[in-house]
């Protein structure tokens, strides 16, 4: 194949993958906004997070307790696996190999922002806070308690993919709510597993959440600013 042939099937490929290179959100400093309200949310969490469990984190553990069979074990395992290790190296590498032979910089840069900036704020305050874990977990999870760093993937991850590959408009609806009901079974997996706490899981989905919202506003503003100044330029 001629190299000729090979950058008419690559630009085939590329104008197949859905999502706008630069235009994430309808409104990017509104996304910013919200991203900050969030960010400060878990922040205040983390600082009035109690060391020992509240009454309703205890109930929900027991409940956990209550209801555990093999399948619900081995679906929480899934996730377990899909939150650490290759299971979660596969779920970062493939859409950023997506996004680079589709040559979407601003949108890769947008996805390996968010990816690191969400484990690094995890691990500080993890370390700061220093919140046991419950006891008995059924898998061996390293590190305190709050927040969930399994949340925190799960809620940038789903956030990032949907605005970097879908476009803008109405039928975001439908991976909205997927991206919902995949966060919070990543949630429900983590204290289903006894392996943190629900006030955990519940700041980790709104860490990643909000590092998502804020890169990807962010990443768009700059890059609406750079086509502006370039137009201006020409």
Known sequence: MTAAQWARRLKRVQS??????????????????????????????????PQAPLELEQRWNEWMTDIATLVLKDIALVFNAL??????????????AVLFVARRRWSLAAFALTEALTPVISSITKALVDRPRPPAPLVHPSGASFPSGHSAFAGATAVAVILLFTHVGPRRRMWWSLAVFVTAAMAWSRTYLHAHWLLDVTAGAILGVGVALIVCGGVQVLATRRSVGASGAG
């Open 16 to 49: 197949r993958i859905p999502g706008d290179p630069r235009r994430f959100l309808a409104d990017p400093r509104r996304a910013l906004v919200l991203g900050l309200v969030l960010l400060a949310f878990f922040l205040l969490l983390a600082f009035v997070v």
């Open 83 to 96: 939150g650490r290790g290759v299971g979660r190296a596969l779920l970062i590498a493939v859409p950023a």
